[in-house]
């Protein structure tokens, strides 16, 4: 009888392990389907995203009625220059290159100012033990939440003030001590390790020479980050520009297309192509400061 329940009971035995092997088949299938769909989606998405520049790149190289053509042409017939080589001839009211460069000048200086200062504020709040710390970084946060357009008339009235109307100091200086860029800097400098700062203490740097010697050097993919978002913020901007430069020769390059847009009306071959030109120098700025902008905000939010 033992033998016998024993033989009945064999291929049951055997058959146990299909199950467990069931379920895996069945999740590799399921992690199969699963990962065609994040491709399909994400593929979609850079579409999304890609395709307003392809179609700007396209159309800059058609003719003034192959760019306003129903339906619009993937391929430019024909595949001209003419919009580059009128927008960099262009003299007079709209010097484009002129432009380009007074963007150039400003958003370096601006960017380059904005990392000096934001590091110089948030350290203190990082590191250092004073009277008040707290509620200087809480109005300094709450200053977030302020429009910046509401800034647009005292901005204005200060700028007049110190004679900087019509200059580029009028568009590099006053968003300089920003508070996103303090805020940015602080949460990346209280996430370093504070026993290197002990360390060199104890060797006998004063406080200047760590912050200089040590914080800087470990913090650069955090000055990166901040400084391509300075850059991106004052290339990209419009509306300050429009207030506070008079002249054409003073205009930067956004407020100039503005106004390439309204003596040229419907010329979107122009359009484009000047759009083109402005994306040039972020996309250089982004393929270099790339490795350092995915660090240094990875880094930034680990510590409160």
């Known amino acids: ?177 920003g508070a996103f860029g303090v805020f940015f800097m602080r949460q990346f400098f209280v996430s370093l390790p504070i026993e290197l700062e002990d360390a060199a203490a104890i060797d006998g740097a004063n406080r200047w020479q760590v912050f200089t010697r040590i914080i800087l050097p470990l913090a650069r993919p955090a000055l990166a980050t901040l400084a391509m978002l300075a850059f991106l913020t004052n290339w990209n901007d419009f509306l300050w520009p429009v207030y506070v430069l008079f002249s054409p020769d003073l205009q930067t390059l956004p407020a100039g297309l503005a106004t390439l847009q309204s003596s040229n009306a419907v010329r979107y071959d122009l359009l484009m192509a000047g759009a083109t030109l402005a994306s040039i120098p972020v996309l250089i700025l982004f393929v270099f400061l790339q490795r350092f902008i995915i660090e240094g905000v990875a880094r930034s939010g680990v510590k409160g």
């Open 1 to 177: 009888m033992t033998a016998v329940r024993t033989t009945e009971q064999s291929p049951t035995n055997g058959q146990r392990p299909a199950a467990p092997a069931r379920r895996r088949a069945r999740r590799s299938a399921g992690s199969r389907i699963g990962g065609i769909l994040r491709g399909i989606v994400l593929v979609a998405l850079a579409l999304a995203y890609i395709s307003p520049l392809v179609f700007m790149l396209v159309t800059s190289f058609k003719t003034q009625g192959d760019a306003t053509a129903v339906p619009p042409s993937l391929i430019p017939d024909p595949f001209t220059l003419q919009a580059y080589e009128e927008i960099l001839a262009t003299g007079g009211g709209t010097p484009v290159l002129r432009w380009f460069g007074n963007s150039m000048l400003a958003a370096a200086a601006h960017a380059l100012l904005v990392v000096v200062v934001s590091s110089l504020a948030a350290y203190p709040l990082a590191r250092m033990s004073f009277r008040g710390r707290g509620a200087v970084l809480t109005m300094i946060v709450v200053t977030l939440l302020v429009p910046p357009t509401i800034l647009i008339i005292p901005s204005f009235l200060i700028v007049s003030e110190l004679g900087w109307l019509n200059t580029l100091w009028a568009i590099v200086i006053p968003t300089a001590a």
